[in-house]
Structures are given as structure tokens and as C-alpha cells.
């Protein structure tokens, strides 16, 4: 009965006259439908964008230039698209910023229990939870109420807080959690302080860990909407000038500002991730010198 068995399950796994399972086929084509819906309509943004002045909103292509990317920063047709994005990064970068502090921070008072702690981590990512054009009106209605002005770098910033920091404190207990607690305890016999121990032990070591809280927080706010149309005030991000775009414009500007800040979001993407790399590779040289 074992020899069947053993047989059996060989046949069923065996590979096919191209050395490869069935299975492998199957899968490799649903993944191949996977990033065919996924970068299909991203594709056909990017392929429109470069159109020439004749160029329309659906196929077939009509040219070939950068017109629709020259119109972008001329704000003929196109509305306040430079500011929308200033606006945006900074606000974005403020976000990073604080998404990391807090979500570090978070992280060291989490290392222990204390009373009343499931309900602060409750409270915390107690926003996930409320749909975030809802949390929106929320914040604006709060600001209304304390006799203060709805904007981008007051009101904005606190409704993608309420956003980002969940997600920072997530990702921080997962690389709080792979943190070694003899590395502290030997800064410590070493004669360290607190402090020190934090800024030339934990802070170098969950490096990479804060760059991808960074990142988290930074992409969040940068794309957010919900949350920042009723917080916004006067003024839009680049998101809200999106939006507003596709209200009163049909050309083919917008494919070009979509291509735009797909590369920014590249660009960001691939530099966090080359920076995450750079400093497993040293800590990994400093570990073998050692």
C-alpha cells in the first residue's frame, strides 16, 4: 500500500513534457490576468498622454509630443495644477514626518503592557473602521465648530493623521516585534544611556522599518481624497485638482498629470525601497567586520 501511494502521488505531480507542472501554467496565466487588469488602464493613460494637439480622450492615437505635458504647467486650460502639487508634497512630508514619530514612539510605549493599553491600540486604529468621507465631514464639522478655517496644512493634515498613523503603528509593532532585546540590554551594561541606547542602537536597527512607515504615510497622504475633500479649504491637493479636472476638462491633460504623478509615486517608491536595501547591505558589512 505505501509503494501505491508513493506512485500515485508522483503521477499527480509529475511534470509535463516541458518540464514544468500543469499547475505552473494555470497559475503563471492568472497571474498574467492579474497585471494585464492591474497596468492595462494605467497603459492606455500613459499611451494617450503623449498625443499631439489633435489627440482625444479615447483610441485611436493621433501623433506624437509632449503638448499635453507643456499644458499642464501653462494653467490655460488645466487650472492651478502647480500648486495643487506643491501643496500636495509638502503636505505629504509633514505627514511622513509625523506618521514616523508618533508611530515610533508608539512602538517603544507598546514594548510593555500597561493598564488600559487595548484600549488606547482600540482608539488608535478605531478609524480604519469609519469610512473616511464620513471622518472627513467630521473633522471639518469640529473645525467649524471651534471657530477655525478649514485648510490644507491644519484640517487636512489631522483628517490624513487619522489615516496614516494607523498604518504606521501596525507596520512599527511588526518590526517592533523582530527587534532583539539583548542589543539593548548590552548598550545598557555598556554603560548607555536611554537616550543613547535609542538614537545608537534602536534607531539605526529599525532604520529600515522607519523608512517603510515613511513610505506608508508619505504614498497615503499623497493620493488621499476622502479625507481631505471636506478638510481641504479654499484650496486643493493635488488629488481634489484631479477630481475637479475630470468636471470641466476633456482633453487629454488629464491622461498627462496621471502619467505625471505616477512617476513621482515611482520615483519615491523605488527610492525608499534602494534606501532600505542600502542599509541592509551596511548593517550586513558592519556584522561580517565585526
Known sequence: ??????????????????????????????????????????????????????????????????????ELVTQARTGDVKGAFDRSIRLAAVVTVLTVVVSFLAGLAFRRRFPGDRIVFTLMIGSLVAPGLVLGIGVGLLFNAAGLETNWYTSALGAQLSWTLPFGVLVMFAVMSRFEKVWEEAARDLGATRWQTIRLVMIPVLAPGLVAVGLFGFTLSYDEFARTLQTAGALNTLPLEIWSMTLNITSPSLYALGTVTTIVSFVIIVASLGTIAWMQKRRARRQSGS
Open 1 to 70: 500500500m505505501p509503494r501505491k501511494t508513493r506512485s500515485r502521488t508522483s503521477r499527480a505531480v509529475a511534470p509535463s513534457k516541458g518540464g514544468r507542472p500543469w499547475t505552473f501554467y494555470v497559475l503563471a496565466t492568472l497571474f498574467a490576468l492579474y497585471v494585464a487588469a492591474l497596468y492595462g488602464p494605467m497603459l492606455c493613460i500613459y499611451i494617450l498622454s503623449f498625443q499631439d494637439v489633435r489627440g482625444g480622450l479615447v483610441f485611436p492615437v493621433k501623433g506624437f509630443s509632449l503638448h499635453w505635458f507643456v
